[in-house]
């Protein structure tokens, strides 16, 4: 294939969201993970709205059972906005969850198989095209947003790329990490791919953060791919297999990243958002002072 054939427009975006989310029960009993508000939007909508501004078209969510009620938020709510209407009230506020007509999709994963069997299961959507994968629960915050960054090196470089960041060499057993190879500014040449690996095996301290841009040509890889770490089967896996046969990088996203799977790690991004915003921003600065004193 010619380096152009590995630079076609990403258009679309998978978001797998299917997951139970146990660690925030009962909050996540009735509710899915992926609407729990930080400060004023719910987490889902941060990963759409960052898709939009990187120029996505078309949002594909991999649901599981009990999940309607995130398509039903980018829904339109008549009687909602009808009352609203007849109150005199801006409807401004619901603009983000509004998507066209055609452009979301949905499908099931049955079976909570990993994150490669979730990004499998939308390959009749994604077809024959380039996609982007947005994991919700690490809401990365920054202007341009990171998918913006990436679709920016991606029109350089084509191929395959990930967004990543440093943390501490001891943290990076739980996550997929990247072997580096040469480096240009925010971009890196990806020379391998492992996931969860040991500290003393880690190939670097730079870390898989949530953001990727990949050739159809995973699907293929991932209909193959046996269970790897934690019995399933990983998506790391599969893009490993694609080093040496595509272009393939590394975005360091210039922006901070909150991991929202966490308690802690949500608390975190709910305060730092809300002390960033200049309708909160001084009065919950404010607060936190008085309660830390």
């Known amino acids: 294939m010619s380096a152009e054939q590995f630079k076609k427009p990403v258009r679309k975006a998978v978001f797998p969201v299917a997951g139970l989310g ?15 508000p930080v400060v004023d939007r719910p987490l889902i909508q941060y990963a759409v709205d960052e898709a939009r501004e990187a120029g996505i078209e078309e949002f594909i969510f991999v649901t599981g059972r009990g999940k309607t009620a ?71 915050y920054g202007s341009p947003g990171c998918m ?5 090196a991606y029109n350089e470089v084509g191929g395959n790329l990930v967004s990543v960041l440093e943390v501490p060499r001891e943290e990076v057993s739980s996550y997929g990490v990247i072997a580096p190879g040469e480096s240009r500014g925010n971009l890196t040449e990806v020379k391998g791919l492992v996931e969860k690996p040991k500290v003393e095996d880690a190939p670097s301290n730079k870390i898989v953060s949530g953001r990727y841009i990949l050739q159809p040509e995973v699907m293929d890889l991932l209909a193959n791919q046996g269970k790897g770490a934690g019995g399933e089967i990983q998506l790391t896996d599969s893009m490993a297999k694609l ?8 975005v360091t996203f210039a922006g901070q990243r909150f991991d929202c799977g966490s308690k802690v790690g949500f608390v975190e991004a709910t305060l730092a958002i809300a002390l960033d915003r200049a309708d909160m921003g001084e009065e919950v600065r404010r607060i936190a002072k008085r309660l830390l004193d």
């Open 22 to 36: 146990t660690r925030f029960l009962p909050a996540t009993k009735a509710i899915p993970k992926e609407l729990l």
């Open 70 to 140: 995130i398509v039903e938020h980018f829904d339109t709510a008549y009687e909602l906005e009808a009352t609203m209407s007849a109150r005199g009230k801006s409807l401004d506020a619901l603009d983000p969850t509004r998507i066209q007509p055609g452009n979301l999709v949905t499908v099931r994963q049955q079976v909570p198989l990993g994150l490669g069997h979730a990004v499998w299961c939308a390959r009749a959507v994604t077809g024959d095209e380039p996609f982007a994968i947005f994991l919700p629960d690490e809401l990365m």
């Open 148 to 152: 913006a960054q990436m679709v920016e």
């Open 243 to 250: 080093i040496g046969q595509q272009p393939f990088h590394a």
